[in-house]
Structures are given as structure tokens and as C-alpha cells.
């Protein structure tokens, strides 16, 4: 997972996400944003958190002297001189100068994302009130795992008739799945499987498609079931649990739920503009439970 440093004072605030490069895996940059204002980046520092040992240090106008994390003396693992201090005859189009919107990357020489917990910039040309700055930033910001959506209802397709709805196949609900667990795809799918892996006819290689539901009530208190979206098995079937969920996840890289909103208990409806190519148009076609061989969880 990336890291994020952030930096803000009077003129001036900006972003370094640290990566590894998906082009050279082993691989190691700082991307620097300017959110706010403009600087000239002549030296960037970092390094870990233990402050043991010899500091590096460019000295001269690149220097971080004086730096200081909460009243303590920095020790820097590395310094990476980028450019003089002076915008010079290029003026505002010299490389190292980013304004608002701009965006600076380093190669940093690292093994690891753990090797930095402190990253310090010194910057000349700021649109701070000294115009200049030894900045440093710690505690890097953690990104949030996304919530995994969260599904009414998933039918399992053994066969998919010409309507496209389910003829043969399995239903479960949220519902149905062990006490507290809620319907990510990843819980039906073990739920399924932990259910089915010994059935020669309904194991997850029979399945042809999987259909994702939402669920509304209509004036009589019924149920009316429509498909979000759905994923259809490749050539062959889906090899196991493992293969099923990588389709899945695939599908939503590809927008499967774009479109879609949550609704106050997190789970996945449509929105009334939604419209999902591949969508059965008749509500009947989503499933009948008088259908031979069509069952599902109670």
C-alpha cells in the first residue's frame, strides 16, 4: 500500500505519495503534489523513525539544519540533492518548480515502503512568507480498505434459460448466511461452496453465471428481486472459489457497480438511471420458485 505525507502552511500545501513503481516492480517513487501555492524543489530527505546514527546531510544551501520533529534532532537515512536554489534564466519552467496542480516524482533508493516514516523537502522560490522551507512530515497517512459491497440476494446459475433468468440454480439471501456475516460476494461464495463442493451437479464448476440482486418491497409486501449485474462463467466453467471471486473482482475494476449506490444498511441498489447492458427486461425472467430443480436457502 502507497504511504501519504502531508505539508501545509500560509502559501503553501502539498501531497508525497510514496509507491512502488508498477513498471519496475522493486521499484521506489515519491510523487510530490502542490496542492496550494508553488515551490522549487532543490533536496528531498527521509528516513525511519530511529533517530540513531549518523545524519545525511548535502549541506551547503540544501541543507536541513535546524528540522526538528517534535523537539527532536532528525537523523536522515538519505539525501537526494534535485536541483540549486535560484529559478535562474528557465524562471517558472524550470523542472524542479511545481506550482498548484503540479506534480514532482522522485526515484527514491529503497527496498521497502518501511524504510520511511519521515520525509522531509527543502524547498526554495516558496510562495511561503520566508520563501523557503526545511519541511518535515511524519506519521504518514494509512489509507482506508474500501468497504466490500454488500448484496440482498446472489443466485448461483447452474442453467440459464432463454429469458436469461435462472432455471436450475441456487438463491441465497443475506439473510441465509452464518449469524453475522454480511452479503459481501466473498461470504456467499464460501457459504456456497461450503455447502456444494461435494455435489457433483451444483458444485462452483457447474455454475454458468452468477446474479447479484437487489431487493425492494412492493405494496403487497412482496418481494421483487432485480439484477444488479452478473458474471458469467468463462469457457471451461470457473475452476474453484478462488477463480469466481477473481472474476468478480475484475467485473467491478471494469464498472460493474458503477452506477449503483448503497442504501442505509450498506447494501448495493440501483439507482433509477442505472442501466446495465445484458439485463433480463422481464422481472420474471429473474427467477420462478415453481421452476423443477430451482431452489434456494429458507
Known amino acids: 500500500m502507497p504511504k501519504t505525507f502531508t505539508y501545509e502552511e500560509e502559501g503553501l500545501a502539498y501531497t508525497v505519495t510514496l509507491y512502488e513503481d508498477p513498471d519496475n516492480p522493486g521499484?521506489?517513487?515519491?510523487?510530490?503534489?502542490?496542492?496550494?501555492?508553488?515551490?522549487?524543489?532543490?533536496?528531498?530527505?527521509?528516513?525511519?523513525?530511529?533517530?540513531?546514527?549518523?545524519?545525511?546531510?548535502?549541506?551547503?544551501p540544501l541543507n536541513m539544519n535546524g528540522a526538528?520533529?517534535?523537539?527532536?534532532?532528525?537523523?536522515?537515512?538519505?539525501?537526494?540533492?534535485?536541483?540549486d536554489p535560484g529559478l535562474g534564466?528557465?524562471?517558472?519552467?524550470?523542472?524542479?518548480?511545481?506550482?498548484?496542480?503540479?506534480?514532482?516524482t522522485?526515484?527514491?533508493d529503497i527496498s521497502s515502503l518501511d524504510e520511511v516514516d519521515v520525509f522531509?523537502?527543502?524547498?526554495?522560490?516558496?510562495?511561503?512568507?520566508e520563501g523557503s522551507i526545511k519541511a518535515v512530515s511524519d506519521d504518514p497517512e494509512e489509507p482506508e480498505d474500501p468497504e466490500d459491497p454488500v448484496f440482498d440476494k446472489v443466485g448461483f446459475g447452474i442453467q440459464i434459460g432463454e429469458n436469461g433468468g435462472i432455471e436450475n440454480g441456487v438463491f441465497i439471501a443475506e439473510e441465509n448466511l452464518p449469524e453475522?456475516?454480511?452479503?459481501?460476494?466473498?461470504?456467499?461464495?464460501?457459504?456456497?461452496?461450503?455447502?456444494?463442493?461435494e455435489d457433483p451437479d451444483y458444485n462452483i464448476t457447474q455454475v454458468e453465471s452468477v446474479i447479484f440482486y437487489d431487493l425492494t418491497i412492493d405494496e403487497n409486501g412482496l418481494e421483487i428481486p432485480t439484477e444488479l449485474f452478473r458474471i458469467d462463467a468463462p469457457e471451461g466453467g470457473f475452476a474453484d472459489a478462488d477463480a469466481?471471486?477473481?472474476?468478480?473482482?475484475?467485473?467491478?475494476?471494469?464498472?460493474?457497480?458503477?452506477?449503483?449506490?448503497?442504501?442505509?444498511?450498506?447494501?448495493m441498489q440501483l439507482m433509477a438511471a442505472l442501466s446495465l447492458e445484458?439485463?433480463?427486461?422481464?422481472?420474471?425472467?429473474v427467477e420462478d420458485p415453481e421452476e423443477e430443480d430451482l431452489f434456494e436457502f429458507a
Do not use: H
Open 27 to 60: 521499484s521506489y517513487l515519491a510523487d510530490i503534489s502542490v496542492e496550494e501555492g508553488a515551490m522549487d524543489v532543490n533536496a528531498i530527505y527521509y528516513g525511519d523513525d530511529d533517530f540513531t546514527g549518523d545524519s545525511e546531510s548535502l549541506g551547503g
Open 68 to 83: 526538528r520533529l517534535e523537539g527532536e534532532n532528525i537523523q536522515w537515512d538519505a539525501a537526494v540533492g534535485l536541483s
Open 89 to 104: 534564466p528557465e524562471g517558472e519552467d524550470k523542472d524542479t518548480y511545481i506550482s498548484s496542480g503540479d506534480t514532482l
Open 106 to 108: 522522485v526515484e527514491l
Open 120 to 129: 522531509g523537502i527543502r524547498a526554495t522560490s516558496t510562495t511561503t512568507e
Open 180 to 197: 453475522d456475516q454480511e452479503g459481501t460476494f466473498e461470504n456467499y461464495v464460501n457459504f456456497y461452496d461450503s455447502q456444494f463442493s
Open 244 to 267: 469466481l471471486l477473481a472474476a468478480y473482482d475484475n467485473a467491478v475494476a471494469d464498472g460493474a457497480l458503477d452506477g449503483a449506490t448503497t442504501d442505509e444498511d450498506g447494501a
Open 278 to 285: 445484458e439485463e433480463p427486461s422481464d422481472p420474471s425472467a
